[in-house]
T-cell receptor
Framework: DTGVSQDPRHKITKRGQNVTFRCDPISEHNRLYWYRQTLGQGPEFLTYFQNEAQLEKSRLLSDRFSAERPKGSFSTLEIQRTEQGDSAMYLC???????????????FGPGTRLTVL | QQQVKQSPQSLIVQKGGISIINCAYENTAFDYFPWYQQFPGKGPALLIAIRPDVSEKKEGRFTISFNKSAKQFSLHIMDSQPGDSATYFCAATIADTGRRALTFGSGTRLQVQP
């Protein structure tokens, strides 16, 4: 399977616990995005990486959230001290940014569904 | 601030009918407008996209109509099939900046009845 993969697919945790999600992008893709999707809504941008550099964080990303992409390949998203309001689908997307191309399709993974009890 | 407004929330269409989903945007800097299809348990997948220099783009049974002056665009699904039953999201972005993060509408749940 050469698509974007995410692990785990489902996570149930108790309020106050820390959780970490992993995203493996399409292998040659140099850009990686994280989005959050709540029930009945479209995905909302959280942050993105160009190679290993995190270039922007949305104001939705509170200081309890941290994301890394240590070697410019897979990425992790950690949520500390989870709250019930963190319950959502966390989506990862990747794209290949190449000079001379005006827009490059983002390919989404299946998401990690987080439930905070 | 909801920068992309999508309607209707849900839509039921008979097999063979036309499904129409509408979106309106506020940010005039947006210059790339994709539509995504999402099945339960899956991530969104790109269906078709348009840039504002054209008023219409067709790919198979899917057509985007774009009205720059009204800041509106719509997806038309011709000859709708039960397999088209999914949630559809319009989106927008500023393609010519480095960020290119997508701003999504709230989604339309389409049911095509056999």
């Amino acid at each position: 399977d050469t698509g974007v993969s995410q692990d785990p697919r489902h996570k149930i945790t108790k309020r106050g616990q820390n959780v970490t999600f992993r995203c493996d992008p399409i292998s040659e893709h140099n850009r990686l995005y994280w989005y959050r999707q709540t029930l009945g809504q479209g995905p909302e941008f959280l942050t993105y990486f160009q190679n290993e550099a995190q270039l922007e964080k949305s104001r939705l990303l509170s200081d309890r959230f941290s994301a890394e992409r240590p070697k410019g390949s897979f990425s992790t998203l950690e949520i500390q001290r989870t709250e019930q309001g963190d319950s959502a689908m966390y989506l990862c997307a990747s794209s290949l940014e190449a000079s001379g191309r005006s827009y490059n399709e983002q390919f989404f993974g299946p998401g990690t569904r987080l439930t905070v009890l | 601030q909801q920068q992309v407004k999508q309607s209707p929330q849900s839509l039921i269409v008979q097999k063979g009918g036309i499904s129409i989903i509408n979106c309106a945007y506020e940010n005039t800097a947006f210059d790339y407008f994709p539509w995504y299809q999402q099945f339960p348990g899956k991530g969104p997948a790109l269906l078709i996209a348009i840039r504002p220099d054209v008023s219409e783009k067709k790919e198979g049974r899917f057509t985007i109509s774009f009205n720059k002056s009204a800041k509106q665009f719509s997806l038309h699904i011709m000859d709708s099939q039960p397999g088209d039953s999914a949630t559809y999201f319009c989106a927008a972005t500023i393609a010519d900046t480095g960020r290119r993060a997508l701003t999504f509408g709230s989604g339309t749940r389409l049911q095509v009845q056999p």
